[in-house]
């Protein structure tokens, strides 16, 4: 089964601090992607990556970078947090198949609270 | 502008009785719909998927019903059960790069 973990379930964070969101896939997949999910508004992509050292601004990206080191691990930084970055924040690792399309893998999620 | 849509942003409905969750699309170029079943303090996980070629795809209690022509699809759990009780995205796949694109999701909600 493919895994994808998160460093954290539950994180509280002050305004102006710098957060790193860590996420972890044991699949050797290439594509790994940064959502956000907030009530009414559904899961908004922050930021992709789809291979080592590359990286791609999803629909949301402002307040956010990515760091793509090793392909196993994408992780999130918020360079300075404020508090409408309080949110969900879900990992997901994407890959092509034959039969069912585009299949995504999530982690578990980080409830980010900044205050 | 939302290529993929979700209008009920929630939906009650009767153990036993049948749940029907719909979702609308504007891009005509997706080729694959997907449907994700979320629970509090969890990530998402992949439920049921219809090819573009298709209009309906079954699995168990779940079925996926494509209607083409109307941009449409909805999805049918029957009997609802309260374990089903969770927030439902629909997702298409926008481009080369595998990126999901998501609805805004709508909250089942199955009494007993």
């Known amino acids: 089964d493919v895994k994808v973990t998160q460093s954290s379930r539950y994180l509280v964070k002050r305004t102006g601090e710098k957060v790193f969101l860590e996420c972890v896939q044991d699949m050797d997949h290439e594509n790994m992607f940064w959502y956000r999910q907030d009530p009414g508004l559904g899961l908004r992509l922050i930021y992709f990556s789809y291979d080592v050292k590359m990286k791609e601004k999803g629909d949301i990206p402002e307040g956010y970078s990515v760091s793509r080191e090793k392909k196993e691990r994408f992780s999130l930084i918020l360079e300075s947090a404020s508090t409408n970055q309080t949110s969900m924040y879900l990992c997901?690792?994407?890959?092509?198949?034959?039969?069912?399309?585009?299949?995504?893998?999530f982690g578990q999620g980080t409830r980010l609270t900044v205050v | 502008d939302q290529q993929v849509k979700q209008n009920s942003p929630s939906l009650s409905v009767q153990e036993g009785r049948i749940s029907i969750l719909n979702c609308d699309y504007t891009?005509?170029?997706?080729?694959?719909f997907l449907w994700y079943k979320k629970y509090p303090a969890e990530g998402p996980t992949f439920l049921i998927s219809?090819?573009?070629?298709?209009d309906k795809n079954e699995d168990g209690r779940f079925t996926v019903f494509l209607n083409k022509s109307a941009k449409h699809l909805s999805l049918h759990i029957v009997p609802s059960q309260p374990g089903d009780s969770a927030v439902y995205f629909c997702a298409a796949p926008g481009g080369a790069t595998n990126k999901l694109i998501f609805g805004t999701g709508t909250l089942l909600a199955v009494q007993p």
């Open positions: 219809i090819s573009s070629i298709k």
């Open positions: 997901a690792s994407i890959f092509r198949t034959g039969g069912r399309g585009t299949e995504a893998f």
């Open positions: 891009n005509s170029m997706f080729d694959y």
